[in-house]
């Protein structure tokens, strides 16, 4: 049984920062990548960042980009999200989830293919 869990959220002023973490246990964290989501109240849960297996590829949705900055230590099974210049747009239900696949090649966007799941850590973001 996979377990991840997320910390790291709370209340942060626009421009502020926050970093997430997700620890994971019950399965070899090594093997397969990672992604962060989102999700805000009445919206859909959106793809934020992922993480090849080895930590050599990311890949960030637009709006993120320059701002958010994903990373990975294998040694400690936890994979991070680094939130700076964070805006009211932001604040969301962040959860982390491990990609399906061993070893994939692909970062994968869509949740389908991503088959453990955080309970979830709520940002918010005043303005």
């Known amino acids: 049984q996979v377990q991840l869990v997320e910390s790291g959220g709370g209340l942060v002023q626009a421009g502020g920062s926050l970093r997430l973490s997700c620890a994971a246990s019950?399965?070899?964290?090594?093997?397969?990548?990672m992604g962060w989501f989102r999700q805000a109240p009445g919206k859909e849960r959106e793809f934020v960042a992922a993480?090849?297996?080895?930590?050599?590829?990311?890949y960030y949705i637009d709006s993120v980009k320059g701002r958010f900055t994903i990373s990975r230590d294998n040694a400690k099974n936890t994979v991070y999200l680094q939130m700076n210049s964070l805006k009211p747009e932001d604040a969301a239900v962040y959860y982390c989830?491990?990609?399906?696949?061993?070893?994939?090649?692909?970062?994968?966007?869509?949740?389908?293919?991503?088959?453990?799941w955080g309970q979830g850590t709520q940002v918010i973001v005043s303005s």
């Open positions: 989830a491990t990609d399906s696949y061993y070893r994939s090649s692909y970062l994968h966007t869509s949740r389908v293919h991503y088959d453990y």
């Open positions: 019950g399965r070899t964290f090594s093997n397969y990548a």
């Open positions: 993480i090849a297996w080895n930590g050599g590829n990311t």
